[in-house]
């Protein structure tokens, strides 16, 4: 513990150090339609990535606004460094910042924008609640969970047993890349190093960034997700290593990268019993768990590489129009590929005695394999091929500015045990799909934008699967920032991850013929950041689902389900008071099959001050999480999936955090004591059953960037 005490002092004490020594130099970040110039540490950070892609706000389709009589030539700074990254692929509005940021659509080379996160409050927020007003979860940083927001819930497509760490995961696809006049380093920690030791919890993020060149950049990123838990039995360790470097050449765009995931994690499979937190007030490091020595660890190792090469096609235009067009303009034609080699394995380990009884009982004393001691395991190889040609017929800047088509081929190989591999050696189970893929995508200026996606399977497991999405934005101007409106819709057909077809395990086991499944779904939203105003409804309607029943084993159900979604965000602010909401209001037309909560609620109320002008800004309020009564999930360690339960409903418990934070020139610092209210107005603070929500503590972090 003095360890832990002596570690977090120090940063502070860098982080301090670092303030005094520098003055900030704030990356040249353009300021985009809903920034708000307040601390960190609440619902005021930066929209993420993915609300920028399904808003489809300014930032992700700006565009060159004109042509001059002769391309401007590339400006340089006092040291002699290009002012902006000359390329096809990014604007100039973009290619001008100091620090830009992006992911990248795998299927054709295409950047999304992001923007710099200079506010970093949300990393002090656990990160399930990062993206969602609350999620199902198994009470420690680093566990199983599962988002309350049906729309955000995001499945691995052909490892069941991942889905519930999707929240953790770097994968190719959800990757920051960024291109900088300036290395940045960021480090950030959160955890009660003060607790003892049997409750530690530790959240840990480092990044650095350069580029090597003005078009070369390279990075690594490290995250840390873990803790002791609060009953006995239970531990979580997560790791997360990412290396990265992409390219932004004039015509040449490339990025690649390895990402390691680690989760190695003791479960307990719950309390036995609710009742010694309704009714009673013991330690609940002394509370009886179900198992005692289970373990899971998952481990996922990707190689991944993406290219493309943009060929303008000037011929076809009279050589005194081309020689006016801008980079990126004019009629270009781009030729890629991608590449992604992914292993990922699980392995469920447990030793339960002959005379445990509790352990035995837990799992309907079935044994399959072994009287005492569970090995489970799967494990999965990737590889991943596509190539693919992309047309701009005219300009960046037009209704009809990308047309694109590509064809990608998908091995994968699976290995779970068998009863039949009792009589023959064991083998893998190989599928080798084709597939065919499409885009369009426009925009008129800065009102109106659209894109469309299909992919057809053609041939393997996955024959016939189909998905087609499109989405589109409208921006108005009547007011300063403008009013935004979006809409979405998603045809999404599949067939179910092969494991969820055979799987034999110690303790559980299935053998089933599932069809494919089919989720139609349309969203709608506003966006008016002048009233820092967000409103979303959603409507999917499910067909033949498959879902894990009360008895934890897959289940395809012959039902028609509905989902109903509506949320809004909206800041309040009045002198120095700060009031910032998120509600989330659901249906689900079988509960049985998708539970859901009908509301949850996060708020935030906070007040701001500067206390000393441009170097100290300080928060002091509370943050207050809830959610109705509902049958929330079990999870079931064996299996590897939260599952259904109508054993009793989980909810109505209003979880309230309290704070403190500082932002001083570059560090901010947080306070805060978790679950200060706990006890009222009942004990009822579960977040699945028979998993409790963090008791109160108190917690602490600390956040910087490096740049200069």
Avoid at 202 to 225: C, D, F, K
Avoid at 292 to 303: E, G, P, Q, R, W
Avoid at 453 to 476: C, E, H, P, V
Wanted: aromatic residues 16%.
């Amino acid at each position: 513990m003095r360890y832990r005490i002596f570690t977090f002092l120090l940063l502070c004490f860098l982080a301090c150090a670092t303030a005094l020594a520098q003055e900030p130099k704030q990356p040249v970040v353009r300021k985009s339609a809903g920034d708000k110039q307040q601390l960190p540490g609440k619902s005021q950070s930066l929209n993420t990535i993915k609300e920028q892609s399904s808003n489809n706000t300014e930032n992700k389709n700006k565009t060159h606004s004109g042509h001059s009589e002769v391309p401007p030539a590339i400006a340089k700074d006092s040291a002699g460094k290009p002012e902006r990254v000359d390329s096809y692929v990014f604007n100039d509005d973009i290619a001008r910042d100091r620090i830009f940021l992006y992911q990248v659509d795998r299927y054709f080379n295409m950047p999304v924008m992001g923007r710099v996160d200079t506010l970093i409050g949300d990393r002090f927020k656990d990160i399930i609640y990062r993206k969602d007003v609350g999620a199902t979860f198994l009470g420690v940083s680093g566990s199983a969970a599962v988002t309350y927001n049906y729309f955000l819930r995001e499945a691995h497509d052909y490892m069941y047993s991942l889905t519930p760490f999707k929240a953790y995961f770097t994968t190719p696809d959800n990757i920051l890349f960024y291109n900088t006049r300036t290395p940045f380093t960021r480090f950030t920690y959160s955890g009660n190093p003060f607790a003892n030791r049997q409750f530690e919890e530790s959240n840990i993020e480092a990044l650095h960034t350069q580029n090597i060149t003005p078009e070369w950049n390279v990075g690594a990123m490290y995250r840390y997700y873990g803790g002791r838990g609060l009953m006995a039995n239970e531990a979580t360790d997560n790791r997360l290593f990412t290396l990265f470097t992409s390219y932004s050449g004039k015509r040449y765009f490339a990025q690649a990268g390895y990402i390691y995931n680690g989760i190695n994690n003791r479960l307990n499979g719950g309390m036995t019993d609710d009742a010694f937190v309704l009714d009673t007030t013991m330690d609940v490091r002394t509370i009886p768990t179900n198992l005692k020595s289970a373990k899971d660890v998952i481990s996922t190792n990707t190689f991944f590489a993406t290219q493309s090469l943009g060929i303008p096609l000037h011929f076809l235009r009279k050589k005194e129009v081309a020689d006016t067009l801008r980079t990126g303009e004019g009629t270009i034609v781009y030729f890629g590929n991608s590449l992604e080699y992914t292993t990922a394995k699980r392995i469920y380990t447990d030793n339960i005695a002959l005379d445990d009884s509790i352990g035995r009982a837990y799992y309907n004393d079935q044994f399959y394999i072994d009287p005492t001691t569970s090995n489970d395991s799967i494990h999965s190889t990737l590889f991943d091929a596509r190539v693919f040609v992309t047309l701009q017929p005219f300009a960046s800047d037009f209704i009809i500015s990308k047309i694109g088509g590509g064809i990608g081929y998908r091995y994968l190989s699976n290995y779970a045990f068998q009863q039949s591999f009792y009589l023959r050696p064991a083998h893998n189970n190989s599928q080798h799909n084709l597939f065919l893929y499409a885009n369009a995508s426009g925009n008129f200026k800065q009102y109106f934008s659209w894109s469309g996606f299909a992919r057809y399977y053609f041939s393997g497991y996955n024959q016939n699967d189909l998905l087609i999405k499109g989405n589109a934005t409208i921006s108005l101007y009547p007011i300063r920032q403008g009013i935004h409106l979006w809409g979405k819709f998603t045809i999404d057909s599949r067939m179910p991850d092969s494991y969820l077809q055979s799987y034999y395990g110690n303790h559980i086991q299935w053998n089933n013929n599932f069809g494919k499944t089919t989720e139609t779904s349309i969203q709608a939203g506003v966006n008016i950041p002048l009233w820092q105003l967000r409103l979303s409804v959603g409507q999917s309607i499910l067909n033949t689902p498959v879902f894990f029943n009360t008895n934890a084993l897959p289940e395809q159900s012959n039902a028609l389900i509905s989902i109903f979604s509506a949320t809004v965000e909206k800041d309040f602010k009045a002198w120095l008071v700060h009031f910032d909401n998120r509600l989330l209001i659901q249906y689900s037309s079988n509960q049985d099959i998708v539970p859901l909560p009908l509301a949850a609620l996060n708020s935030s109320i906070y007040l701001e001050a500067e206390i000393v002008k441009n170097v100290l800004t300080a928060q002091i309020g509370g943050d207050i999480y809830f959610n109705t009564k509902f049958h929330a999930y079990n999870y079931h360690p064996a299996a590897g999936a939260f599952y259904n339960q109508n054993i009793r409903e989980i909810g109505n418990y209003p979880n309230i955090d309290a704070f403190i934070n500082l932002k001083w020139k570059q560090a901010t610092l947080f306070v805060k004591m978790v679950n200060v209210g706990q006890g009222w107005p009942d004990r009822d603070y579960f977040s699945a059953l028979h998993y409790i929500k963090p008791e109160r503590a108190l917690k602490l972090g600390i956040s910087w960037p490096f740049y200069l």
